[in-house]
C-alpha cells in the first residue's frame, strides 16, 4: 500500500473561533461543483486509510467579521472529501493569514481544510483569482507530468511555507491556469477568475486524461 501523505493539519491552529454553521449562501454556488468532481472521484477518500483528500475554495469578502489587507475565502473543512453532499456543518471561512508563520485565522464550525495555506498562498498571486479546486487524480497527475506541464518539486510537502511559495512561483501572475504537485502524489490544482472558468479547466484535464 502507498504512502498517502495527505490530511494532516500542518499549520497553526490556534486562531480558530468555532460558530454555528455556514448561510448557505455563501458556498451554494461552490457545492455545486463539488458534487460534480465528487461523481467524477476527483474529491473523496482513500478508504483503505480513512483520509479525505480533495478541497476548494471561492474568495469572499469577510470584511464584516475581520477587517485584513490579505485575501478572504470560504473553503472545504478537514476531512470532508468522504461525503458526497456538504453543508454548512462542512465549510469554513479563512479570514486572515501568515505564510511564513504558519498561521491561519479561521471561522466555522470545523477547522479548514489542511491545504488552506496553499489556497491561500495563491489567492495572493493575482486578485482576479476567484476560485482554486485541489483534487487528486492518478491519471491527470501522471499526465500532467508525462506532459510537462507546471508543478511544483517532489522534495516539497504539501502544507508547508515551501508549497505555498512553490504553487506561487507555479502560477506567477497568471489568471488561471493549473499545475500538479510532484510532492503530493495524485494532487493537482486548477484555479480560476471564476468558478465556472476553474470548473471547465478541471473538466478538461478529465476528458483529456481519463476520458
Known amino acids: 500500500m502507498k ?11 490556534s486562531n480558530f473561533t468555532q460558530c454555528d454553521p455556514i448561510n448557505s449562501l455563501e458556498y451554494l454556488k461552490l457545492e455545486e461543483w463539488r458534487k460534480l468532481l465528487f461523481q467524477h472521484n476527483l474529491i473523496g477518500e482513500y478508504p483503505e486509510v480513512k483520509i479525505g483528500f480533495g478541497n476548494m475554495s471561492q474568495a469572499m469578502d469577510y470584511g464584516h467579521f475581520h477587517k485584513s489587507k490579505r485575501r478572504q475565502f470560504i473553503i472545504t473543512g478537514t476531512q470532508t472529501g468522504k461525503f458526497p453532499d456538504l453543508d454548512g456543518r462542512h465549510y469554513t471561512r479563512v479570514l486572515d493569514f501568515e505564510i511564513e508563520k504558519l ?3 479561521m471561522m466555522g464550525p470545523l477547522e479548514a481544510s489542511s491545504e488552506a495555506l496553499t489556497h491561500a498562498a495563491i489567492y495572493e498571486c493575482n486578485l482576479e483569482i476567484q476560485a482554486i479546486f485541489h483534487i487528486h487524480s492518478p491519471a491527470i497527475w501522471n499526465g500532467m507530468i508525462k506532459d510537462k506541464c507546471d508543478f511544483t518539486e517532489a522534495n516539497i510537502p504539501y502544507g508547508t511555507v515551501e508549497m505555498a511559495r512553490a504553487t506561487q512561483e507555479c502560477v506567477g501572475k497568471k489568471s488561471f491556469g493549473f499545475f500538479c504537485m510532484r510532492g503530493h502524489e495524485d494532487g493537482v490544482v486548477i484555479y480560476g477568475k471564476s468558478l465556472e472558468e476553474a470548473g471547465k479547466l478541471t473538466m478538461e ?7
Open 103 to 105: 498561521k491561519i485565522q
Open 3 to 13: 504512502v498517502i501523505d495527505d490530511g494532516v493539519i500542518k499549520y497553526d491552529r
Open 205 to 211: 484535464l478529465f476528458h483529456q486524461y481519463i476520458g
